[in-house]
């Protein structure tokens, strides 16, 4: 971005006060920032310190701006360099180090070559303004304006090298300018100040656009904002925001086009004034007064904002276009405050349950389009009822002329269609993932969900019938069931004792279970454990005839088994590592693992112990294991491996602290982590190496575990703790990053063993190797040095220098810093290899 006039700053301009004014005024600051240093000229060679709430700041000479370290959500150990409003400290309104925060002890300097300059308590260089300093470059000081921009000025001209206008984050100050090419980025959320899903840009072409972008690669996508400024003749120039809070365009011809009629209604004398691009997509404009009494952090008024209804004009003017407004398969509406409200549609929920802006998933198991599953789809799917709602570019087939029996005929009988949309003699049908949906009175639709039987409940943004016409049905069951004859209780309850009887004998003779079948179950009654017949395994696998896979404790099968009097799909593990003799500790054991429930396991439904026969049953993971994603012929995105790597971090965090038992997994690879149908990563075989007797592992070395993933300590007769699994993951870890197996002996010898490969590559700081040249990742260098340091903590030699699952977690987050590892030591892959 180029500096432009209105920017170059004069010593008139930066003197304004008389020196006896700016004493007195500093000395009134005091008392509103203790800890800030005085305003006016900061001299190269000055720098702050992120020391704690408390933290000193650079401050503006009429005290309204600060500059230098903000608590990071309230908490003591994190910083964001930023400015805000000195009087209104929770007011963020320039950030740097792309929003990402820093530990207690960093500091930043203003140097004479390199301008700011922030570093990490290591002194490790974390973000500098080198590249973007114009002019002579050399700086002699630094200045907080009182327009909020902080300045870097020459030391032979006295002239603006560098100033924070020239780079804003999510919010514009009056007399703040944009150039063609600039952009202004939303946060990722209210606390997460990473670039988000939404921009401001002024294009080359003159257009002022606001657009969603990719997260992952940053690509644009269609604008849901257009000024229209972008005429050959006469383009828009730049975007300004006036001193008096107004927002025009200004042409190449010098004319002016108001993004919004001009304010009337707010003293700019009397209030701070801030355009804001929010998190949710929305440009707003905010106001407070300058001399306010109450609470410190007392609330901003919105002016006005733009667009009116975000979830009606995303996409609306063509081009690609991504989730919208909300994320895939949400329903986007307007409430009062012009915000954008995101709720899941009927029988679906928040895939982060933490992220209300996000996608949802399905509740019910997914229809799969094949011969068998088309004679019971008609059974196993209900429609349910949604009004004034659409997903406009998610439909596959149109039918026209249809009545909506039709419609809804269509789509309940097609393994594609997840929703079906109704208008005027015509039917769309739409298939997952949805995007775009909104619901407005402007969308004149009926249409239906297709969710699971079992997945109907009463829904007040999408009711299935309205709250009357249920009470009603309730009523009416209620009075059938009192007002019953006698004479049908008096067979009811015959029936009743009669199975009683029937079921008790049929155990005593068979001396086995009770069968399952007898007994109604639903999908909810699956997150306990059930134990189940042989002979229902057998017939849920036919015959054992489907193998998905092979694994350290036998073969796994596809399998249905019926939940509510719907079929779900599910995974049976045949083992036959298990000893006859374990009996009860075979029971005790799988129940231990049937009480875990954690988004990033593998879900436990339950197991059968007859005669000579152990076998466990998992819910169904349709995209298959980590080691096929990774190693497969197209790399996985960094952003997708990213997540897989922070969710198996969680997962296996849960099993070591947060769930009731303690379980080591023993275990950990890429072939035992599955993918869900989002691509979430779900740990599977927890909890099993208890059930192994010592010695009947596929290594033949007596441990449990997998060559190349094995922790020292199994080798040295040590004890083995929650470590073994730190020390699996950091392995795993590292072929998520490099996507290569732990063991390559068919390429050079120095990069045969990925652990010893890995840290050469570190300490000769030439991570683009590891990577073999992934674009994507090494555009994000930073996360991706911190993922390998992380990496190499977890494989050191000594289990104490590991650090814990919780930790791993955070520093994969980038919530707590990463230090420097030493060298794993002399133990590697190689010597299990």
């Not at 940053?218 to 005429?231: C, I, K, L, P, R």
């Not at 925001?241 to 025009?248: A, F, I, K, P, V």
């Not at 789509?411 to 949309?421: E, M, Q, S």
């Not at 049937?594 to 339950?606: A, D, E, S, W």
Request: proline content about 4%.
């Amino acid at each position: 971005m180029k500096l432009v006039h209105h920017d170059k700053i004069t010593t008139a301009m930066i003197w304004p006060l008389s020196s006896s004014l700016i004493f007195y005024t500093l000395i009134l600051l005091q008392s509103t920032l203790p800890a800030a240093q005085n305003g006016g000229k900061i001299t190269a060679g000055k720098s702050l310190s992120a020391t704690g709430k408390n933290s000193a700041a650079w401050l503006s000479p009429s005290g309204d701006f600060a500059f230098g370290f903000h608590q990071y959500l309230k908490s003591n150990n994190l910083f964001l360099l930023a400015i805000w409003y000195a009087k209104i400290p929770d007011t963020i309104v320039w950030y740097a180090n792309d929003g990402n925060p820093v530990p207690q002890g960093s500091s930043v300097n203003i140097t004479a070559n390199e301008g700011l300059v922030l570093s990490d308590p290591q002194g490790t260089n974390l973000w500098n303004t080198t590249d973007d300093l114009s002019g002579d470059g050399e700086v002699a000081y630094g200045f907080m304006n009182d327009t909020g921009n902080f300045v870097l000025l020459s030391r032979n001209t006295d002239a603006a090298v560098w100033q924070s206008f020239d780079h804003p984050t999510d919010t514009l100050l009056p007399t703040q300018i944009m150039e063609a090419g600039d952009e202004l980025d939303s946060r990722r959320s209210a606390t997460n100040f990473t670039k988000g899903r939404f921009q401001l840009r002024l294009l080359h072409d003159g257009n002022l656009v606001l657009n969603t972008r990719d997260l992952a690669t940053g690509y644009s996508y269609a604008s849901y904002y257009e000024s229209g400024t972008n005429d050959i003749q006469n383009p828009g120039d730049r975007l300004v925001y006036s001193e008096s809070g107004d927002l025009y365009i200004q042409t190449k011809n010098g004319s002016r086009f108001d993004v919004k009629p001009a304010n009337k209604f707010v003293s700019a004398k009397d209030n701070y004034y801030r355009l804001s691009l929010n998190f949710d997509g929305v440009l707003t404009w905010f106001y407070h007064l300058r001399n306010f009494t109450g609470k410190i952090d007392a609330d901003w008024s919105e002016l006005q904002s733009l667009p009116d209804n975000i979830c009606m004009n995303i996409a609306s003017f063509g081009g690609d276009y991504d989730s919208g407004a909300c994320g895939y398969n949400s329903i986007c509406n307007i409430g009062e405050d012009k915000r954008p409200n995101c709720n899941c549609p009927p029988g679906y929920s928040l895939l982060d349950p933490n992220d209300k802006y996000g996608s949802c998933k399905p509740d019910f198991k997914q229809e799969v389009c094949d011969e068998q599953s088309q004679d019971a789809v008609k059974d196993e799917f209900k429609l349910v009822l949604i009004q004034n709602t659409d997903w406009p570019f998610a439909d596959y087939a149109r039918l026209d002329p249809c009545s909506e029996d039709e419609c809804k005929n269509s789509c309940l009988n097609d393994c594609f269609c997840a929703v079906a949309i109704f208008n005027d003699q015509s039917c769309w049908k739409k298939k997952l993932p949805l995007s775009n949906g909104r619901q407005d009175s402007q969308v004149m639709r009926i249409g239906w969900v297709k969710v699971g039987n079992s997945n109907i409940t009463y829904n007040p943004l999408n009711p299935v019938l309205p709250p009357n016409k249920v009470r009603y049905k309730m009523n009416r069951a209620v009075t059938a069931l009192l007002g019953g004859s006698v004479c049908i209780n008096l067979l009811l309850l015959s029936a009743i004792v009669l199975g009683i009887f029937f079921m008790y004998n049929k155990k005593q003779s068979r001396g086995t279970l009770i069968d399952e079948h007898q007994r109604i179950k639903t999908l909810k009654e699956y997150t306990n454990v059930h134990c189940f017949s042989y002979k229902e395994l057998n017939d849920a696998t036919d015959g054992f005839k489907e193998e998905i896979g092979q694994g350290a404790f036998g073969t796994v099968y596809k399998g249905r088994i019926e939940a509510g009097g719907s079929p779900i799909i599910v995974a049976v593990k045949k083992l036959d590592r298990i000893s006859k003799e374990i009996g009860k500790e075979f029971e005790a054991e799988v129940n231990v693992i049937g009480q875990t429930h954690h988004k990033n396991l593998v879900r436990f439904i339950g197991f059968c112990k007859e005669d000579d026969h152990r076998l466990l049953v998992y819910e169904y993971m349709s995209n298959g294991t980590v080691a096929d994603y990774l190693f497969g012929d197209l790399r996985p995105s960094w952003t997708a491996r990213i997540q897989i790597a922070q969710g198996i971090a969680r997962g296996l965090l849960y099993l070591h602290e947060e769930c009731s038992t303690q379980i080591i997994h023993c275990d950990i690879k890429p072939q035992n982590i599955l993918l869900d149908d989002h691509f979430n990563a779900r740990i599977c075989d927890f909890g099993l190496a208890k059930l192994l007797v010592l010695n009947q592992t596929h290594t033949n070395t007596g441990v449990r575990g997998t060559k190349g993933y094995l922790a020292p300590e199994w080798f040295r007769n040590k004890p083995v703790t929650i470590k073994v699994d730190v020390y699996s993951f950091g392995v795993l870890l590292l072929e998520i990053i490099s996507c290569r197996r732990c063991v390559c002996m068919d390429i050079s010898d120095e990069a045969a063993i990925l652990t010893d490969w890995a840290y050469d590559c570190y300490q000769s700081n030439n991570l683009r190797n590891l990577v073999n040249g992934d674009m994507e990742a090494t555009s994000d260098m930073q996360g991706l040095e911190r993922f390998i340091m992380v990496a190499l903590w977890c494989i050191q030699e000594d289990p104490s220098q590991r650090p814990t699952m919780k930790k791993v977690t955070q520093m994969l987050e980038g919530v707590i810093k990463v230090t420097s590892p030493p060298c794993p030591a002399s133990f590697s892959i190689a010597t299990q290899a």
